[in-house]
């Protein structure tokens, strides 16, 4: 198994493809400072509403069984939802067995941040 790199070299072993994967998500999910250009500076200068008390507390805290398998019946056949290769399949069959996993992996990922 070998994955292309962001510098355009593969990598072929374990350790080297998990380093290139973890890099790719922490560039796409950093965050990044917007530019403001003529046509933006409109859209930031209107007040848009806040989230209430209610929808905040919906939003902020930790996923729950319901909420993933939610999102996993949405998921398209043969797409694979992380980098474990994993089609959207395999979680539907297996997902009481794979349920408490999932969630101690976000669990940890969040503690991480």
Known sequence: ??????????ATNDPNILKECNSFYSRLCSSKKPTVTS???????QEHPS??????????GLLSEKEC????KTMEPSKS???????AEFYKVFWKDVLYVVLTK???RVSLL
């Open 1 to 10: 198994m070998q994955i292309k790199t962001s510098n355009g070299s593969y």
């Open 39 to 45: 046509c933006s500076d409109n859209l930031f200068s």
């Open 51 to 60: 989230l209430n008390d209610i929808y905040e507390k919906k939003c902020k």
């Open 69 to 72: 398998l939610e999102a996993l």
């Open 81 to 87: 939802p992380g980098t474990d290769s994993l089609p």
């Open 106 to 108: 976000a669990i940890r």
